[in-house]
């Protein structure tokens, strides 16, 4: 989903409420997960997945809802990571 306007909403949990300090920014390039107030992850919507090589995996609450942003559990995530297609970058 593109958009010309940036727009914060909170996460949903898989109950469907809303996630207090999880957050989904969507901007013109792509969407990115923030957590409290590091950002974790970035989908651009063209390019690979970025995630922040300090924060990806920083605790549980974390994981939690960056394998919800991502769709896939953290086994997913660390082949993804070790086979290129994601990116460790700084996002902070």
């Known amino acids: 989903m593109k958009t010309n306007k940036t727009r914060v909403e909170n996460m949903v949990s898989h109950n469907g409420n809303t996630v207090a300090n999880q957050f989904l920014i969507y901007t013109e390039k792509g ?3 923030q957590s409290y107030d590091s950002v974790i992850a970035f989908k ?3 390019g ?3 995630l922040d090589s300090e924060y ?3 605790s549980s609450t ?3 809802y960056r394998n919800i942003f991502l769709n896939e559990n953290k086994a997913t995530t660390e ?3 070790k086979n ?3 990116e ?3 996002l902070n």
Do not use: C, E, R
């Open 88 to 90: 460790l970058v700084n």
């Open 48 to 50: 690979k997945t970025q």
């Open 44 to 46: 651009p919507y063209t």
């Open 56 to 58: 990806w995996d920083y």
């Open 31 to 33: 969407v990115y997960f």
């Open 79 to 81: 082949a993804k990571i």
């Open 62 to 64: 974390t994981s939690k």
């Open 84 to 86: 290129g297609t994601y």
